[in-house]
Every structure is written in structure tokens, then in C-alpha cells.
């Protein structure tokens, strides 16, 4: 708590050295007119100038449908009823996972760059092909550990990898969106991503429950899944490069 609390602050400080220039309007006609108008400016923008950011917003939001209900609702299942393992073993998974967020953060930074925007494709087929063996050794028969530790490096790996295609993916979006549509269009994106989190924890905790004793074909197909839209998705990485 009181780490929390240093690092509010410690935010709180740097924001107080960001300027931005402020454009008062031309006319004041009312924050519900504002709000129509910035409403109306923001969808004929991503419809009809980028459709690109569209693409990118209706991706973000299978790839949180998909990886949401996976580690979200896979891993305690997993860890907890699967295989019987304590409170603990999950602690442990948790704070790792945390971490590896961490260190994708990081990796995100170093990779500023060097990164193209053709790659993210394959980054986005990462994330399902550390899902597949998951699934492949709960086929073998192995050990509650082997298990267990399998799934915990599958899913850092996920984690890792998801860290690093959100913070391009977002970045794109807003390399191609002008600054006074910014705040608009990434309320889309955190709208969109947030719907389909609670949908995606609501199909998965279904599916787990159904197939408890074949949980490898949930998380086989689900990998197997976000590869092939991960593959599908060149076209279009390739199409926002070249706009770039």
C-alpha cells in the first residue's frame, strides 16, 4: 500500500511537467452538442479515413475475448479443481504472471524500432502457439507438477507476448489518429476490449466446466484459434505498414 501510494504521487509529479495546448472552441454550444459532435467527427473518422483503426479495434477485442477468458478463468481452474493443487501453488502463479507483464513492458520499450509493423502478425500467433502446449501435456501422462509448471511458463509466455502486441497495437492507433481524436478513439478501444473481457470469461468458465476432464481440447482449439488469426492478419499489418 504504501509503494502504491509512493508511486501515485511520484505520477502525479511528472504529469504536472506535460503541456498541452488548449483550443478553446469556437463557440460554446452546450456538452451535450460536444459530445454528438465528437461522437459523429470519431465514427465517420474510423469508418471512412481509417479503417485500419477499425480492424485494430475489432482485433483487440477477439484477441481480449479469447486471452482473457483463457488466463483469467483457465489458470485458477486449472491450478485450483484440475489439479488440486493449494492457494499457494495460484499465489505463486499470479505474482509470476505479473511479472512477466512487467518484463513484456519492458521488452516493448527495447523493442521500439527494431519491431516493424508487419511482425505483429507473428506476435499475434505467438500468443496461441504458447497455448497449444498447455493443452499437450495434459495428453501425457505426467505429474501434478510437470502440469503445473508447463501452464505457468505457457502462460508467462502469453503474457509476455500479449504485453508487447497491446502497447504496438495501441501505438499504432494512435500514430494514426490526429491529437484532437486521440482521447475519442482510445475510449473505443478501452470500451470495446472491456465488453468483451466479462463475454469471454463467461464462455470460457462454460467451456471448462463442460470439458473438465478434456480441458486439452479447450486450450489446444483456443491456441489453434488465435494462431490462425494471428496468420489471417498479415494483409492487414502489411496494409498499415505501408500507410506508415
Known amino acids: 500500500m504504501a509503494a502504491s501510494i509512493v508511486c501515485f504521487l511520484l ?18 454550444t452546450g456538452i451535450t452538442a460536444i459530445i454528438k459532435n465528437h461522437f459523429s467527427v470519431s465514427m465517420r473518422f474510423i469508418y471512412n479515413e481509417q479503417p485500419g483503426i477499425l480492424k485494430l479495434l475489432l482485433l483487440s477485442a477477439i484477441i481480449s475475448f479469447f486471452l482473457i477468458g483463457t488466463v ?3 489458470l485458477p481452474y486449472i491450478v485450483r479443481s ?10 505463486v502463479a499470479e505474482s509470476v504472471l505479473g511479472f512477466a507483464a512487467i518484463l ?33 501435456i495434459f495428453l501425457i501422462p505426467t505429474g501434478a507438477t510437470t ?46 476490449t472491456m465488453c468483451a473481457q466479462p463475454l469471454g470469461q463467461m464462455v470460457y468458465g462454460l467451456l471448462f466446466d463442460r470439458f473438465s476432464n478434456t480441458v486439452y481440447l479447450v486450450l489446444i482449439l483456443t491456441g489453434i484459434i488465435v494462431c490462425t488469426i494471428g496468420l489471417l492478419t498479415v494483409g492487414l499489418f502489411r496494409q498499415l505498414e505501408q500507410e506508415q
Open 11 to 28: 505520477a502525479a509529479l511528472f504529469e504536472c511537467f506535460i503541456k498541452l495546448q488548449y483550443i478553446a472552441p469556437d463557440n460554446w
Open 72 to 74: 483469467m478463468v483457465g
Open 82 to 91: 484440475i489439479l488440486g493443487l493449494n492457494a499457494e501453488y495460484y499465489g
Open 104 to 136: 513484456g513492458s519492458i521488452a516493448a520499450g527495447l523493442l521500439t524500432g527494431k519491431l516493424k509493423t508487419h511482425n505483429l502478425s507473428i506476435v499475434l500467433a505467438a500468443l496461441g502457439a504458447f497455448l497449444i502446449p498447455v493443452g499437450v
Open 147 to 192: 502440469r503445473y509448471i508447463v501452464t505457468l511458463i505457457a502462460f508467462c509466455g502469453v503474457q509476455f507476448v500479449s504485453c508487447i502486441f497491446s502497447i504496438f497495437s495501441l501505438s499504432l492507433i494512435q500514430q494514426k489518429t490526429p491529437s484532437n481524436l486521440i482521447g475519442t478513439v482510445m475510449a473505443y478501444v478501452s470500451t470495446i
